[in-house]
């Protein structure tokens, strides 16, 4: 069966600091990975996938991905965050089954931006 | 609308009561998925449609939850019976060819 894990349910962070959240995946087929941001109150916004090529995936917001096949993990970086980027990250596995893709979640990091 | 909308945005019920979630996907996608996003925790998959026809329904926790899309847009998620646990953010989600779900604000449901 695939999970996802999400190493850390908080990360506080100050304003123009780097960040790196983490995500590990099980998986024994290939899959595509996703990483998801949600602000208070709001649904899910997609800030960046991976489906093949490149390891190195650029999203929105100034985020990037890079994805690990030997390590399956997929982290999430941003070299120096906003106080606007406090939000919910979730990163996501999505499984090829049946002829259709059903996204896996972990947990979730809750990522705080301190001045 | 450009987006998937969900209805109504907050619900508050009683237990044992029966509760209807309603979401317009958008335009033209023909798959649509529910999820369920306890607090503190991941969206979890309910169900899947394809068209018309539920093509997955292997999340839906137990036979008190039923999802319907008649025509293949709208689609309800219905809820007998509910209890305390039921209570959590409900996501729809919808999907064209590619592999980008794209996720509606959510319906809050509290069960009292």
């Known amino acids: 069966a695939q999970s996802v894990t999400q190493l850390d349910s908080q990360v506080p962070v100050f304003e123009e600091a780097p960040v790196e959240l983490r995500c590990n995946y099980s998986?024994?087929?290939?899959?595509?990975l996703f990483w998801y941001v949600q602000y208070p109150n709001q649904g899910l916004q997609l800030l960046l996938k991976?489906?093949?090529?490149?390891?190195l995936v650029k999203g929105i917001n100034g985020f990037e991905a890079e994805f690990n096949k030997s390590q399956t993990s997929f982290h999430l970086r941003k070299p120096s965050v906003h106080i606007s980027d406090t939000a919910e990250y979730f990163c996501?596995?999505?499984?090829?089954?049946?002829?259709?893709?059903?996204?896996?979640f972990g947990a979730g990091t809750r990522l705080a931006v301190h001045p | 609308g450009a987006g998937v909308s969900q209805t109504p945005s907050n619900k508050v019920t009683e237990k044992g009561k029966y509760v209807e979630l309603r979401c317009d996907p958008i335009?033209?996608?023909?798959?649509l998925y529910w999820y369920r996003q306890s607090l503190g925790q991941g969206p979890e998959f309910l169900i899947y449609?394809?068209?018309?026809?539920?093509?997955?329904d292997s999340g839906l926790p137990n036979d008190r939850f039923f999802a319907v899309r008649p025509e293949g847009s709208v689609s309800t998620l219905k809820i007998q019976r509910t209890e305390r646990g039921d209570s959590a953010v409900y996501l729809c989600?919808?999907?064209?060819?590619?592999?980008?779900?794209?996720f509606g604000p959510g319906t809050r449901l509290t069960v009292l």
């Open positions: 998986s024994s087929v290939s899959v595509y």
């Open positions: 449609f394809q068209g018309t026809g539920a093509a997955d």
């Open positions: 989600a919808s999907r064209t060819s590619s592999d980008e779900q794209f």
């Open positions: 991976y489906l093949s090529g490149s390891t």
């Open positions: 996501a596995v999505s499984v090829l089954s049946g002829g259709y893709n059903k996204l896996i």
């Open positions: 335009s033209g996608h023909t798959a």
